[in-house]
């Protein structure tokens, strides 16, 4: 089993900047690749970010492409995504989620955390 907890979400003015951090515990081998998904009212979650163990390989949503970076720090066992030039549209609940190099979907997920971005 591995245990994912989200932190970091806020409050934030447009064009401002949050970063948000995955702390991953328990069985963590389980968590070669690391995302971040997001979920806006009355909308579908989508996948926003994605990185591999190594740390070479990403993926980003087109909307965000040029303001997010996802990163990770295996020897802590953290993920982060680092949010710049917030727009209203990236208001959401942002999760942080895991699996094996070998699966397509995610087999483990955190909380989520609240992300308001609005003048």
């Known amino acids: 089993q591995v245990h994912l907890v989200e932190s970091g979400g806020g409050s934030v003015q447009p064009g401002g900047s949050l970063r948000l951090s995955c702390a991953a515990s328990?069985?963590?081998?389980?968590?070669?690749?690391m995302g971040w998904l997001r979920q806006a009212p009355g909308k579908e979650r989508e996948s926003v970010a994605r990185?591999?163990?190594?740390?070479?390989?990403?993926y980003y949503a087109d909307s965000v492409k040029g303001r997010f970076t996802i990163s990770r720090d295996n020897a802590k066992n953290m993920v982060y995504l680092q949010m710049n030039s917030l727009k209203p549209e990236d208001t959401a609940v942002y999760y942080c989620?895991?699996?094996?190099?070998?699966?397509?979907?995610?087999?483990?997920w955190g909380q989520g955390t609240q992300v308001t971005v609005s003048s």
């Open positions: 328990g069985r963590t081998f389980r968590s070669r690749v």
């Open positions: 989620a895991a699996r094996s190099e070998y699966d397509t979907e995610y087999a483990y």
């Open positions: 990185l591999n163990w190594s740390g070479d390989n990403t």
